[in-house]
């Protein structure tokens, strides 16, 4: 049984609900901490919510991959790759 994801519109109504505040001071909220998280993983850092996990970059190697419509064999360079480790109190209460 799956549901739509939670819409920003929403997730800011939501915050704003539970913080007893407005909605405009939610949304700025809610951006400052996603402009936050981009500056500090984008520079090789990481950050952790309490509760719910974990955003990080890791640094992936230059590998071989096939190109599935051709087969082809070629060489994808090194890049980067923001990563998510879940919180295990979330994961808990997911399956609780």
């Not at 549901?3 to 505040?21: F, N, R």
Request: aromatic share 2%; charged share 30%.
């Amino acid at each position: 049984m799956t549901q739509k994801p939670m819409t920003k519109t929403q997730l800011v109504a939501a915050l704003a609900e539970s913080t007893e505040s407005d909605k405009k001071s939610a949304g700025e909220f809610l951006d400052a901490l996603s402009e936050i998280i981009t500056k500090e993983v984008t520079a090789g850092g990481a950050v952790t919510i309490p509760n719910v996990g974990k955003v990080f970059c890791r640094d992936r190697p230059e590998r071989m991959v096939r190109n599935p419509a051709t087969g082809e064999q070629m060489k994808k360079e090194a890049d980067r790759a923001v990563k998510v480790t879940i919180a295990k109190a979330l994961k808990d209460s997911v399956n609780a």
